[in-house]
RNA sequence: GCUCGAGUGGUGAAAUUGGCAAACACGCCAGACUUAGGAUCUGGUGCCUAACGGCCUGAGGGUUCGAGUCCCUCCUCGAGCACCA
């Protein structure tokens, strides 16, 4: 069974061949311990309203290449799909338009489909997955109530941007100079509640893991530079004439005889306390106006520094020396102590600082190339610097710390840059975060009850949370409660006072929980005459949980997706582990490829999931597809490349190859309407070295000539190892080489004409699969093994020797012996004309023989 | 400002350990077949030069018999971080 068309007619052939890979299951897969496992990923798409972009089948494509080809290598592949299809586009649909976030989902997810289907990608569709089913969110929720029973999930007032005009909360990528990106709208900071998990509890597990994967380093240094690990050490400053201290923490404790002030940041708690009257009504303007200020205005860096003495003094313990406390706000008081030990001889900020407030500043490190220009922040020889003066600023460090931490002055510290993850958000169109709020006179009088039903997910120490002079506790749902779904509504706007949508419809908000039957019933269903001592009054949470959440753990889903009774089913786990190869953007670098592996590290350890450590051992970032003009892709410069018209004008198979023959796959590179043009004519060339003009197959060659055997099985060869190293780009063209040859030689034989098939197969899979089929061949190509490669046909039969005269190439010898001795050979290549002629009657300095490759001739 | 990455024909790009720079394709030029060509095939195509020949991998220097590749300085572009003490 073919499509059967005289001539290359891709429409035709590309809807039969994915009829019949759809009919026939071709990619789906079982777990099957007789055979080694290769679990492919891809970033999954979020289904947008606008379809798939150009830039989706890059990646896809690179996957299903190596797929396919580790199925023909043996391999057990998986290689699915899903969507990730929370997020705010579909709510501000929702919003413009009425219709139901979910239903406009779906529609948008059956266009991805039927456009990723068209493309022809090998993926196992029974394992589709989208993360706005409640069958697949319940156990992102239950995920949730894992990290709050082991204490990594908590509430806390965060300071958020609020916007009246919107009444709503934005991101900080969403103010712009203090006024929203939409609407130019006034915001102000608030404090909010908000649910956060402790990420920072997992920085170094999450350094260490990034040690052991195969990842782009540039991913790998973003993601270290964003932890932000420093070793260093915390010094306590006695404060003159007050009982507190101050605690400073510090990397350079090497210079802490070069301390000349010290600085609190403006929301440091002991301010008050400590500021001399004087100075009292300056330091409190000055505090309240940094309040004032953005995050991006006091981050500025082409300000100059600004700050403010609080009149008071501390002691440096290293030297007994009084040194005046400062406040300014570039020290953030969310880093460290929030106070630092100034050091303007050896820190810029500080000799900043110190410059415009006429402070002194004091050197103590003697730099080794000796120009001591201040500020030198490079470690070298201590100076002044009492009994440590002479040593280096590593030993020093070691040293001094030591010394200060027997007087208890000092201790040795890491800090970090990660802050805990803020996981909710004010927005319909997310997972609900599965907690209803309790009084917390109900909430300890039902743990200290042993009848109490919820003490699944119960954490050590109750989450609470105080309102209008009430305190409430956490109550976490229980597996049988999930999934906790989103009640249906016509209103998605937030509520306006900071809290969802779901705030406002008060028969899901609202209900009475049985405390030892676990029964939830909405409030205003409920009878009142039931009412008994289990009954007690609850509110959920009203909030839901970011985009990210979804995505931190869905390729475990696929391994079982309709698995009802664990996130992942044991024994899928145990065969399919964790994926081989992951491929996405690079703007995923921090984010998602944090949290996921967070979470991951997070479920190892619990033992719910049982692999390695780290959930993607291998990913590569494919490079952005730019417009035909260089510039990015967008709407308003007309440059979109939209990939239905590409396949109904060239075929799936020709966008395919395209794709990948463009360039390397992790290069930024321009679409070229005219490049698509090459590898359609070279399938066309293709199909018609396989099929003559009334549409049957071709009599092939009884046997290939030599050279265009050594050509065949090097195509073989390099095809298999680009694939393996992912340079597709090369892959293509030497397949366009082999193709060019055996067109000179006038056709195929017939090894190499199914040879050439199976390795064209996973780039261009639907012309394959026609061609096979009509060399008389059933079944799918896709279940073909890779050929193998006679490497006594590439070897050539004699080598090329280049000579050269002073460097430059002059002429190639050819010799037949391969053991020739280098005499002999220096004898042939002096005699060569071309050779003669540049020697001449000069003197020959050196003569150089290289094995096999070069021979050059070194002349006055 | 700091940290990475990149810079090769008219264009996208290719080039084991340092060993023929520009493979493969696009575009362009010429030709063949054609009523026709936006089809197909053949040949040509880095730059300078009439030619011999010379020069070419962002610029300059270095190491080497030999450098696109290694080292130093600088320029340009891209990405990330950005007062993290």
Known sequence: MYAGCKQYDFDQIESFWQRFWDKNKTFCVQEDPSKEKYYVLDMFPYPSGTGLHIGHPEGYTASDILARYKHARGYNVLHPMGWDAFGLPAEQHAIKTGINPATNTVNNISVFKKQMKRIGFAIDWEREINTTDPHYFKWTQWIFLQLFKHGLAYVDECPVWWCEGLKS????EEVIGGRSERGNFPVVRKNLCQWVLRITRYADKLLEGLSNVDWPDSTKRQQIAWIGKSEGANIFFKIDGHDEEICVYTTRPDTIFGVTFLVLAPEHPLIEKIVAPKFKDGVKKYVKDSQKKSDLERTDLAKTKTGMSTGAYAINPANGEKIEIWIADYVLASY???????????????YDFASSYGIAITQVIDESSGDNQL???????????????????????GKIVSWLREIKRADFAQNYKLRDWLFSRQRYWGEPIPIIWIKE??????VANNKFYFKEFLPNEPISNGKDGITYCALPLCTNHLPLTLPPTDNYLPSGDGESPLAKIHSWLNVYVNIETGQIVPAEDFNEKDKNSSWILGRRETNTMPQWAGSCWYYLRYLSPHCETAIVDSNAINYWQTPDFYIGGAEHAVLHLLYARFWHRFLFDIGAVETGKEPFKKLFHQGIILGEDGTKMSKSRGNVINPDEVVNRYGADALRLYEMFLGPLDMMKPWSTKGIEGVSRFLKKVWNEYIDGDGNVRNFHENLSDECQTVVNETIKKVGNDIEGLKFNTAISQMMICLNSIQKAGGFDNASARNFLKILAPFAPHISEELWARLGNNGSIYDTLWPEYDGSKILPTHQKIIVQVNGKMRAELVIDDANMSEDAIFKLAINIGNVKKYIADKKILKKVYVNGTVVNFVVE
């Open 375 to 397: 500020p030198y922040v490079g470690d070298g020889v201590l100076i002044n610097s009492g009994r440590f003066s002479g040593l280096s600023s590593e030993e020093a460090r």
């Open 441 to 446: 006179n109900d909430y300890k009088a039902a």
């Open 169 to 172: 909360v934005l991101a900080n």
């Open 336 to 350: 460290g102590s929030g106070a630092i030990m100034a050091v303007p001889g050896h820190d810029k900020r500080d």
